[in-house]
């Protein structure tokens, strides 16, 4: 997808409404917005080493906002269309990482390597997947579509499509997903 295409997915995520108050308001004032789109640009500088300068300073402008707000969005990321940040703070992810479509990250969340021998690795998340406040998922393992993940439950393990994983054990109590959790998706 084209850099535009990717930011009008995002935004997409956020609206509720079409007035121009609102449209304003999601793009001066909400974080994870502000975050999504300097990730999206500086991901798409990397690959253009004749803008060298433009992606040093977008570099310079995410790793401010990883001070600012607590999000570690490193641009060598893969992440799809329609991201939603919920909620600013306390989010690491991991470079290496790979995220669908449509996914919803929300505050605490961490994502990234750990493991142990085949186990040993970062997550591949799938498209529409709900990540709950304070989730922890880690090693090589993926986390199917339409799956959510509830706070503070810390998966190491494959979670199967449709699944709705909880804390403590981080044991699949429905296969209901992610249905009631991602709203106003994007679809190209």
């Known amino acids: 997808m084209l850099l535009?295409?990717?930011v009008i997915s995002d935004y997409t995520r956020y609206k509720s409404s079409k007035q121009f108050f609102h449209m304003f308001k999601?793009?001066?004032?909400?974080i994870g917005f502000k975050v999504?789109?300097?990730y999206r640009i500086t991901n798409n500088l990397a690959t253009k080493k004749y803008l060298l300068p433009f992606f040093l300073l977008f570099k310079y402008i995410q790793h401010r906002q990883k001070i600012r707000y607590g999000i570690h969005l490193p641009h060598k990321t893969t992440i799809g269309y329609g991201l939603l940040i919920c909620h600013f703070g306390g989010i690491v992810i991991s470079p290496k990482a790979v995220i669908g479509n449509n996914c919803n990250i929300s505050h605490g969340v961490t994502i990234g390597k750990g493991g142990r021998g085949l186990?040993?690795?970062v997550p591949k998340i799938e498209d529409n997947v709900y990540i709950g406040p304070g989730a922890t998922i880690i090693g090589?393992?993926?986390?199917g579509s339409n799956s959510a993940i509830g706070a503070n439950a810390?998966?190491?393990k494959d979670v199967p499509e449709n699944s709705t994983i909880i804390s403590g054990?981080?044991?699949i109590?429905?296969?209901k997903g992610s249905f009631d959790f991602i709203h106003n998706k994007y679809t190209p």
């Open 154 to 156: 810390v998966v190491s």
């Open 4 to 6: 535009k295409e990717l």
């Open 119 to 121: 186990n040993s690795g």
């Open 26 to 30: 999601i793009i001066f004032f909400s």
């Open 173 to 175: 109590v429905s296969y």
């Open 169 to 171: 054990k981080s044991m």
């Open 140 to 143: 090589n393992i993926t986390i």
């Open 36 to 38: 999504a789109l300097i």
